[in-house]
């Protein structure tokens, strides 16, 4: 599968609202899911994958997987280690030339994110971006669009 032909890790740190997703067992009914990244000294990433559960004010819930990079041309195929035993391939398929948009996929072409780092997402460009997908073959039968609480209403 093609990924994004260079990764600048440090431009990619920080945070991505997740505005696509297909759900994981860790994962359904997320509201409000952002993922986070930072780089280790050790050169790997620590993430934070948090969202609430089943509903804008469910129960929090935050996983901290350890990202490790595989691809160290790219920077762009990486190794999540969950729970410190289960590793999953995590692919970076796409990032906008200003890194405000991101495409991450697994292999399978079964699991797909796609990210940004805003909230809100123009509905036309979630579809160009859902769109790289169907054209890379995915299974998006199972993708779901995230919902983000608005600005107006998190600051409540």
């Known amino acids: 599968m093609a990924i994004a032909p260079h990764v600048d890790l440090p431009r990619f740190m920080g945070d991505w ?8 067992a860790l994962d359904r009914n997320a509201f409000n899911p952002v993922e986070s990244y930072a780089l280790n000294p050790d050169g790997t990433i620590a993430t934070t994958y948090r969202f609430n559960q089943a509903a ?13 990079v595989v ?3 790219s920077n762009a195929e990486w190794r999540m280690r969950f729970f410190g035993v289960i590793t999953f391939p995590y692919l970076i398929v796409y990032v906008s030339d200003d890194y405000r948009e991101t495409i991450v996929a697994h292999p399978n072409r079964e699991l797909a994110w796609i990210m940004t780092r805003s ?4 509905e036309a460009r979630y ?4 769109s790289q997908l169907v054209a890379r073959n995915f299974d998006l039968s ?5 919902q983000h609480q608005p600005a107006a209403s998190q600051s409540e």
């Open 142 to 146: 199972t993708l779901v669009r995230a």
């Open 119 to 122: 909230p809100v997402i123009d």
């Open 127 to 130: 579809l160009e971006l859902r």
């Open 56 to 68: 804008f004010d469910g129960p929090e819930k935050v996983y901290h997987p350890k990202a490790k």
């Open 71 to 73: 691809d160290q041309i």
């Open 17 to 24: 609202y997740v505005h696509g997703y297909t759900p994981t």
